[in-house]
């Protein structure tokens, strides 16, 4: 004969619906706000919370899966009648740079690449103020100060590091740069099948060199080295210019209702 959960106590079949509930993501939207990308339209996010109380596997499965993550938020876009936000991956192992590219990774071949740990600094910062300013003054990280970088870098609960990229002692072609300088900055979250760039800046003065393309580059280069499969590079966004460099990695996949397929380049 069966034991009858007494007042005040959970059955079994109970306990174990809750531990899944706590398990499984309680998912939000947010409310129509004006679109950052596309003038004239409304965006809306689908997001969760990112808590230590969820298994590592189903957020691995959420950010390998279309799912951006700041801080500890992971989100997607979900917005009425417009899917021009695109998820964009690298698989490493067919990547080819092209003539450019090539140029690019040559005039940079004096830069020391370090993964550190994600611990913010103040030479990190002044970077990012730098860059905040020249690039994106009317944007939305144009407010953010040294405690709100802070978080940005710490408040992670996925296994998350820092690339710094600086010019190596003698360096081959700095001019009036002194060696040893941080000139970029890349935070990336480590995933099952590869590395998902969270949010890179660089130096705005050494516009020669095409920082923002030669990080992507150097982690695809990374990630291939470690034998892992795909770089992710968030959402492309066709109608938008400041997304436009994310479909110059080539072969690329986007993520679509069919799942990740081949993207083919527009004659």
């Not at 499984?24 to 409304?42: D, E, H, K, M, W």
């Not at 092209?98 to 103040?122: G, K, M, Y």
């Not at 996949?253 to 993207?263: A, D, M, Q, S, T």
Request: proline share 5%.
């Amino acid at each position: 004969m069966g034991v009858r959960a007494g007042a005040g106590e959970r059955s079994e079949d109970q306990v174990n619906v809750t531990d899944q509930n706590k398990k499984f993501p309680n998912f939000y939207v947010t409310s129509p706000q004006p679109c950052p990308y596309i003038a004239g339209r409304l965006e809306r996010k689908l997001f969760t919370h990112l808590t230590h109380d969820k298994p590592p596997a189903v957020i691995d499965s959420l950010l390998r899966g279309g799912f951006r993550r700041s801080q500890n938020i992971a989100y997607i876009p979900y917005c009425e009648g417009c899917s021009e936000c695109v998820s964009v991956r690298v698989p490493v192992a067919s990547f080819a740079p092209s003539r450019s590219q090539r140029r690019i990774l040559r005039r940079n071949r004096d830069l020391v690449a370090r993964r550190v740990e994600a611990v913010p600094t103040a030479e990190q910062y002044a970077l990012f103020r730098r860059y905040i300013e020249a690039r994106h003054f009317d944007g939305g990280m144009a407010d953010m100060g040294a405690l709100d970088y802070a978080m940005m870098i710490e408040d992670s609960i996925v296994d998350t590091f820092l690339t710094e990229y600086r010019l190596s002692e003698g360096d081959l072609d700095s001019g009036s740069v002194e060696s040893g300088r941080l000139v970029a900055v890349c935070l990336c979250d480590r995933l099952g099948d590869g590395h998902s760039l969270v949010y890179s800046f660089f130096e705005p003065e050494l516009k020669a060199r095409s920082l923002g393309t030669y990080v992507v580059l150097e982690h695809i280069e990374y990630t291939r080295s470690l034998g892992l499969g795909f770089v992710y590079l968030g959402y492309w966004i066709r109608g938008s210019r400041k997304m436009r460099y994310k479909t110059r990695f080539l072969p690329q996949e986007h993520l679509r209702e069919e799942g990740w397929v081949p993207y083919e380049p527009e004659a």
